[in-house]
C-alpha cells in the first residue's frame, strides 16, 4: 500500500522549522507532531516579536520545543513505526507544497529528506489553481480560494484561523478527501 500523509511545517520569522506535524492520509498509523527549538533564539528575541502577534506562540514552542538532533531522532523512530518496504517513502500531501519542501529540504539536508518523503508530492493548492483553470466559464473558484482557508470555505469544512501544522494537517486531510470525491459546487 503507498503510505499518503498529510504534512505540514511551522516555520519562524529566522525560516528555521519550529513545528513539523505528519498525519497519515490512507492508513491507520501515529501521528508526528512535535515543536523545535530556533537553533539561535537571540534573532527572534532581538527581532521584537518574541510572543507577538507577529510570530504567535513562540515561547511555547521555545518551552516545549526539543532540540534539532532529538527532533531528528523523533522522526526517524516514528518513520520505523510505518513499516514500510525497502526503498519505499512517505507521499506528502500539504497546501503549497513548494515552499514548504524547500523548508524541510533545508532542515533536513537534500538526502535526508529523500529517506523519508517521495517526490511525488500532492499539493492542494496545485489542485485549486487546476479547478479555476478548469472551470472558468461554469462555475469558477475565487480567486481567495488560493489559501487553506479559503479552499474550506469554498468545500464547507469548518475551520478556524490557527498558526499550528498539526491543525493545518487536519484541514488538508478533510479537503482532499473532499476534493477526489468531488463532492463540492
Known amino acids: 500500500m503507498i503510505k499518503y500523509c498529510c504534512v505540514d511545517c511551522r516555520v519562524a520569522p529566522t525560516n528555521e522549522i519550529v513545528q513539523l506535524s505528519i498525519l497519515p492520509y490512507n492508513f491507520s498509523g501515529a501521528i508526528f507532531d512535535t515543536y523545535i527549538k530556533p537553533k539561535d533564539i537571540t534573532l527572534i528575541e532581538g527581532s521584537g516579536i518574541l510572543g507577538g502577534a507577529k510570530f ?41 507544497w513548494l515552499i514548504k519542501n524547500y523548508h524541510l529540504i533545508e532542515f533536513f539536508s537534500f538526502e535526508m529528506y529523500y529517506m523519508f518523503f517521495s517526490n511525488e508530492y500532492r499539493d492542494l493548492k496545485s489542485i485549486v489553481g ?56
Not at 520545543?65 to 512517505?90: C, M, P, Q, S
Request: charged residues 35%.
Open 130 to 185: 487546476y479547478l479555476q483553470d478548469r472551470s472558468v466559464m461554469t462555475n469558477p473558484f475565487p480567486k481567495d480560494m488560493l489559501n487553506i482557508t479559503g479552499l474550506c470555505t469554498k468545500l464547507g469544512i469548518k475551520h478556524e484561523r490557527s498558526h499550528d501544522s498539526l491543525y493545518l494537517c487536519d484541514l488538508i486531510n478533510q479537503c482532499y478527501k473532499r476534493l477526489l470525491k468531488g463532492d463540492f459546487e
Open 56 to 96: 504567535y506562540g513562540i515561547k511555547d514552542i521555545i518551552e516545549k520545543g526539543v532540540e534539532y538532533e532529538e527532533a531528528l531522532d523523533l522522526l526517524d523512530r516514528w518513520y520505523k513505526t510505518l513499516k514500510l518496504k525497502e526503498g519505499e517513502r512517505i507521499i506528502p500531501i500539504g497546501y503549497d
